[in-house]
């Protein structure tokens, strides 16, 4: 970090490099119940749904047959540099530009394409804008481009070509108001636009495929920190919708609802200290329904979860804390892969933790 005056300005200048590899070996085999080569899946009744049936794999060590023996390194370099400009003491400009280098190096030894290999020099800007008109608000509008490049899993479910290497892209615009309505207790509220391009997405049977584009908009609100000495708060809502840009031939018309995305989110975390060593809190998490995949036939029902904590200062040096995860073992549906590749959400969980410090 540096700072300058130029005039009647004053810069903070901020730069960096990052460096960083990813190498990955995936192989996935198919699993079989009762030695039969058919048996890919098993039904079992919605009211009891465990079985004993026995699973095998098989036994296709040449690799020609496996679901995937793949291997995929990502190499990646990014410099960036930033300017904060004080224009007046209530506003503020914030100039930014990052380089990224991504070489991507993917091989599909049980695939009709052996080897590939994708670089992408990627230049993303940033700007912004921050004003003050009294000490505890500041109003603020930002313009940003990222890039997130290919790997892992990510490599071993799709037609692999130089096409699907090439990482994806974010834009976001964002306006927003920040209020200190005490030094210990903040208010948020945000708007804003995020478009994503030449995304992954899976839909029945595992099939994958790129989607050209997708924007989701929304609003999001928040209030953090203390209302009273021993009582902290820490809570958000957000409203969003997103679609598709384009028809997927097949798939999803244009306009369709983006996958995995609740219309409605709400969370708030309480926690009061009955003591200066004792405290407990409670979190409540609510997240509307949400569609499995593009195709917008499969919705996973919204739900309630309560989430509590105890947390104790033993001494000067240990901690300790009890997490109770999903307090009331409410049953819900977490996430999804596609419309028949869905997960539960935990039950009940209970972690103890000790945490020292020296």
Avoid: C
Avoid at 234 to 246: F, K, L, P, T
Avoid at 329 to 339: C, G, L, M, Q
């Amino acid at each position: 970090m540096y700072s300058l005056n130029t005039g009647p300005f004053t810069h903070t200048l901020l730069a960096g490099v990052e460096v960083g590899r990813q190498e990955t070996h995936n192989r996935r085999e198919t699993g079989v119940f009762n030695n039969d080569p058919s048996r890919t899946n098993l039904f079992v009744p919605i009211g009891n749904p465990l079985t004993g049936a026995p699973i095998t794999f098989r036994n296709r060590d040449s690799g020609g047959d496996l679901d995937a023996l793949n291997r995929s390194i990502v190499n990646i370099t990014s410099l960036y540099i930033q300017d904060q400009i004080e224009i007046i003491p209530q506003l503020q400009a914030i100039v930014g530009v990052r380089y990224d280098l991504f070489e991507v190096d993917f091989q599909q030894k049980n695939g009709p394409r052996d080897h590939l290999k994708a670089r992408d020099d990627l230049i993303a800007p940033r700007f912004g804008l921050i004003y003050k008109p009294i000490e505890p608000v500041s109003f603020y509008a930002s313009y940003s481009q990222a890039y997130v490049p290919r790997a892992g899993d990510q490599l071993t479910a799709l037609n692999v070509t130089i096409e699907t290497l090439k990482p994806e892209k974010f834009t976001t615009l964002e306006t927003g108001v920040k209020w200190d309505i005490r030094p210990d207790l903040a208010f948020t509220a945000a708007v804003y636009q995020l478009d994503r391009t030449n995304v992954i997405n899976s839909v029945v049977g595992g099939q994958t495929f790129l989607t050209k584009g997708q924007r989701t908009e929304g609003v999001e609100v928040g209030l953090a920190g203390q209302l009273t000495t021993n009582w902290s708060v820490m809570g958000g809502y957000a409203y969003q919708i997103g679609e598709i840009n384009s028809d997927i031939l097949g798939i999803a018309k244009k306009g369709a609802t983006v996958a995995e995305l609740p219309r409605n989110t709400f969370s708030v975390w309480s926690r009061y200290d009955v003591t200066p060593k004792i405290g407990a809190a409670v979190g409540v998490i609510y997240r509307d329904d949400m569609y499995a995949s593009l195709t917008n036939r499969v919705r996973l029902p919204d739900f309630v979860r309560v989430d509590a904590a105890l947390f104790a200062q033993i001494s000067k040096n240990f901690r300790g804390q009890l997490n109770i995860e999903n307090l009331f073992d409410t049953k819900y549906f977490a996430s999804s892969h596609n419309d028949f590749n869905i997960t539960p959400g935990s039950p009940i969980a209970v972690r103890a933790s000790l945490i020292a410090s020296f």
